[in-house]
């Protein structure tokens, strides 16, 4: 099966940048996702980006895809408290693939 | 439009009981996916669903089966419960198509098994 490999914790500032990142192994996907995962809730696509883009920026959010390398993160600019929350990547690699999501805490 | 609707979202059963967990997709989409999402394996695929037939299975045994209706909600079962099938259980949809096939996810169902 597809490996979907993130790192489970990362800590912040508010009003810091945040950068979550996920490797994977199968270069099939289409478009890769980054979703969002609040306590006690479902989860919410964030962003994603087609294959063939290496960047794609939309508001605080800015997602980079290196190919080659089979790296994708995601950059949450100007980091704020209602960011914290699990992140999980994801591609449709025939199907849909997550990785183990990354819990982002926000200190304030 | 509405979004993905689960229910319950609360369950609690016993070991050996069986349960059978409801979800209802986004209007006109034909797809349902189910996960399973627990602290120690993440999230992970059960199966998906398109146009009533089993389209993609994951690595759970026979005791979870689905199965989805003409007009594309879906059901997932458990038979003879586990401790460990404590979870949360996820379903999304999405319209099956090709191209960019954005899944939509629904609050989730919370199964306790005691």
């Known amino acids: 099966g597809e490996d979907v490999e993130q790192s489970l914790f990362l800590s912040v500032r508010e009003g810091d940048s945040s950068v979550i990142n996920c490797t994977y192994t199968?270069?099939?996907?289409?478009?890769l996702y980054w979703y969002k995962q609040e306590p006690g809730a479902g989860l919410q696509l964030l962003t994603y980006?087609?294959?063939?883009?290496d960047m794609k920026q939309d508001q605080r959010l800015t997602v980079l895809l290196n190919k080659k390398d089979k790296h994708l993160s995601l950059r949450i600019a100007d980091t704020q408290t209602g960011d914290s929350a699990i992140y999980f990547c994801?591609?449709?690699?025939?199907?849909?693939?997550f990785g183990s999501g990354t819990k982002l805490n926000v200190k304030p | 439009k509405a979004g993905v609707t689960q229910t319950p979202r609360y369950l609690i059963k016993t070991r050996g009981q069986q349960v059978t967990l409801s979800c209802s997709p986004i209007?006109?989409?034909?797809?349902v996916s189910w996960y399973q999402q627990t602290p120690g394996q993440g999230l992970q695929f059960l199966f998906e669903?398109?146009?009533?037939?089993?389209?993609n299975k994951g690595n759970f045994p026979g005791r979870f089966s689905g199965r989805q209706f003409s007009n594309s909600r879906s059901e997932m079962n458990v038979s003879t419960l586990e401790l460990g099938d404590s979870a949360l259980y996820l379903c999304?949809?999405?319209?099956?198509?090709?191209?960019?096939?954005?899944?939509?996810f629904g609050p989730g169902t919370r199964l306790t098994v005691l």
């Open positions: 999304a949809s999405s319209s099956g198509g090709q191209g960019k096939d954005e899944q939509f």
């Open positions: 199968d270069s099939s996907s289409t478009y």
């Open positions: 980006i087609f294959s063939n883009m």
């Open positions: 994801a591609g449709d690699f025939n199907k849909f693939y």
């Open positions: 209007s006109g989409h034909r797809s």
């Open positions: 669903y398109f146009s009533e037939t089993q389209r």
